[in-house]
């Protein structure tokens, strides 16, 4: 028994300073990996939430429009990339000027962009030629086909409110390659 309990003198108790940096040194190296891949993940919940916010807000519109049977108007609003604005028509033949119905606001540093941008092709709904809801009867107010297209910041990183003529409803896309193709339904 006495044996068991002698320890070799000059053993080894503990770790050496070296060894002990090694361990920080992997464990800053693996930790700076996960940070760069977590913001990522961030960026990519925050554009999808953009676009889905937006498919609800323009199935709120396209409501709207057959609840008061009356022609609205989508528009992205003057110098915010960030905002949409819903105009009702007054008795004037500018169907997007009047009464501001609604707005929606993503969340920096989300913003609305072209759809040649997003690679879309499709009828850009805040392009040039704004959409115009209608009321139908049996179906969608929303235009029969198009798009409102949101991008991350200044990244590669795009979501989408689409329309598209077979469908009578507004989806919530992810896009998730190159092109026109890369498209995923949220």
Known sequence: MVFAKLVKR??????????????VIIMGVLSAMGVAGLQGAVANARVKDAAVNTAAFLERVATESRKQSAELCLV??????????????????????????????????????????CGLVTSDWIGNNPAVFEPRRGLSAA??????????????????????????GIKAQWKIGKGSSGWMDL
């Open 143 to 168: 235009p029969l086909e198009g798009a409102v297209c949101i991008q991350y910041g200044s990244e590669d990183r795009f979501g989408a409110a689409r329309k598209l003529k077979l469908v009578n």
């Open 76 to 117: 992205k609003a003057p110098g915010n990339s960030s905002k949409l604005l819903v105009y009702k028509s007054d008795e004037s033949s500018d169907y997007c000027h009047g009464t501001i119905m609604d707005s929606l606001v993503v969340e920096s540093p989300n913003r609305f962009v072209s759809l040649k941008d």
């Open 10 to 23: 000059g053993a080894k108790s503990g770790y050496t300073l070296v060894e002990v940096l090694v361990v």
